[in-house]
């Protein structure tokens, strides 16, 4: 009789289930989306029992349709303070880069904003020595917003410089993400509060609200100070971007901007500021009328799920075709979607010197394996790829031609592009790429360029886990 009891309930248990994976697979194909995303949920539904489902659920649910902030809104909201600021001067700017410029502007109100003076950062020593710096000469407002705020040294740190910024006066407005920065003990940010300084969650994460908000994150790592002086690049706070990790050092990349280019910084943050807040707030004055600091022109584009296009990935790919000469791309996780890799590999046919590093070692496991997979394509195609081996890349940056820069949060890969809340500085100047190159070939200097012959000695069963994480590339 026990054993009968047991088979029954183990059937329906089994039964259950395979109802659970019929109905995620129906839903999954219904909503239309790319099918290649589509088919590598099916696959992780089906031949990853019980963890594809809880991946499903925790990751895979498109909450884009149950927006807090409606996409008419955040249209609203892009435009009405970049009206102000953009007038009908003319930026001078590199032969070549018309049909890219015009496409972040008709794709998503993207203005080219003139008179800004950046440097490069390649440190967390020096990105925080400017910042402190800069925070303790700020005279009026601080925004902050970033992936992964922690109570660690740096972090403290931060808290100290911001408090005593807040007892002068100043008003200081803080978003973090609420899973990147889940480390955190909760007094780190009430501290905050208990400072005067408004302080938001990004997606507040609840038992109730954790499958329909994991999979939307802001990435963004951005401080403006006094609507002049911005900061963007990949960046986070936590004492890894000093001390690096046991393993090696923590090589990234961050901008100073300093110029009009800090009021696209502004309005991304202050969109966010309406997400998280429900606080609209579009005043003059945290748009400044600004003298010309320098004579870089850029583009601040905002990535994420809100708009209808994935306005980051189309720049990118617009500027792999634009390219001459040279595209150099240095990010810690190489997953690009269909359409990056055929203009990466047509630009390699065509005669263009394309560069791909990413780290030997990464912090992500699963994420490098997949990235590996799409070495030997890229090594086909004339893409030469390096390894760095000082420590973990975390850099993302491009130069493409010697004359255009992008600094930015978002990495090489699909949930960049399409899931999380991004943001990328795209810089049209000379000067500034001759920087960015020189700062490709330092780091060239300590990575291991891959060979076709010895990477296709790599074990058999390598290979192949390489190339069965990359049938879920589209979902790490």
């Known amino acids: 009789m026990t054993i009968q009891l047991n088979s029954a309930l183990l059937l329906i248990i089994e039964l259950l289930y395979l109802l659970t994976v019929v109905s995620i697979v129906v839903v ?22 019980f963890v594809g489902i809880i991946w499903y659920a925790f990751f895979g649910q498109d909450a884009t349709k149950k927006q807090v902030i409606s996409r008419r809104m955040y249209s609203k909201l892009k435009k009405r303070p970049l009206d102000r600021v953009e007038t009908s001067e003319e930026h001078s700017f590199p032969e070549g880069y018309d049909n890219l410029i015009n496409l972040m502007r008709k794709m998503d109100y993207t ?39 922690l109570d660690d040294e740096l972090g403290l740190k931060l808290q100290q410089a911001l408090v005593r910024k807040a007892k002068e006066g100043l008003e200081i407005r803080i978003i973090y993400d609420s899973f990147g920065s889940r480390k955190a003990k909760k007094k780190f940010f009430e501290d905050f509060r208990k400072a005067g300084i408004e302080t938001e969650p990004f997606l507040k994460l609840t038992l109730s609200a954790l499958t329909s908000r994991l999979n939307y994150r802001t990435h963004r790592k951005i401080v403006i100070i006094d609507g002049r002086i911005g900061y963007v690049g990949g960046m986070n706070v936590a004492d890894r971007y000093l001390k690096g990790l046991g393993w090696g050092c923590w090589r990234d990349t961050h901008a100073r901007i300093e110029g009009k280019g800090v009021q696209g910084l502004q309005s991304v943050f202050l969109i966010d500021w309406y997400f998280v807040s429900q ?16 004579e870089c022109p850029m583009q601040i584009v905002n990535g994420g799920p809100l708009s209808e296009a994935n306005e980051i990935s189309y720049g990118i790919i617009q500027a792999i075709y634009d390219a001459r000469k040279s595209i150099f791309i240095q990010t810690p996780y190489f997953l690009p979607p269909d359409a990056m890799i055929d203009a ?22 699963l994420a490098q394996k997949a990235s590996n997979s799409y070495i030997r394509d890229m090594l086909r195609a004339g893409v030469k790829v390096y390894l760095y081996q000082k420590g973990f890349l975390h850099s993302k940056m491009m130069v493409l031609d010697g004359s255009l820069t992008l600094v930015g949060s978002a990495n090489f890969d699909s949930r960049s592009f399409e899931q999380n809340f991004e943001v990328e500085a795209f810089i049209y100047d000379k000067k500034l790429g001759a920087q960015a190159d020189d700062i490709f070939m330092e ?14 000695k790599r074990p058999v069963l390598e290979r192949f886990a390489e190339s069965f994480m990359r049938l879920f590339a589209p979902l790490l």
């Not at 020096?126 to 902050?144: G, N, R, S, T």
């Not at 005043?283 to 320098?294: A, D, I, K, Q, T």
């Not at 780091?443 to 296709?456: K, N």
């Open 28 to 49: 999954v194909i219904s909503e239309n989306r790319n099918p290649i995303k589509t088919v590598a949920w099916m696959l992780a539904v089906v031949f990853l029992p």
């Open 443 to 456: 780091d060239q200097r300590f990575s291991t360029p891959v060979s076709m012959r010895e990477w296709s």
């Open 279 to 294: 606080t609209l707030i579009t005043s003059r004055n945290y748009f400044p009328v600004l003298e010309n600091y320098g």
């Open 111 to 149: 203005p080219l904003l003139g008179g800004n003076d950046v440097k490069l950062f390649t440190s967390g020593e020096e990105k925080f020595k400017h910042l402190f710096a800069d925070i303790e000469k700020a005279e009026k407002h601080i925004h902050i917003e970033y992936y992964v705020l």
């Open 344 to 365: 990466l590999q047509a630009a390699a046919i065509k005669g263009v010197d394309v560069r791909v590093m990413i780290s030997e070692r990464s912090d992500v496991a």
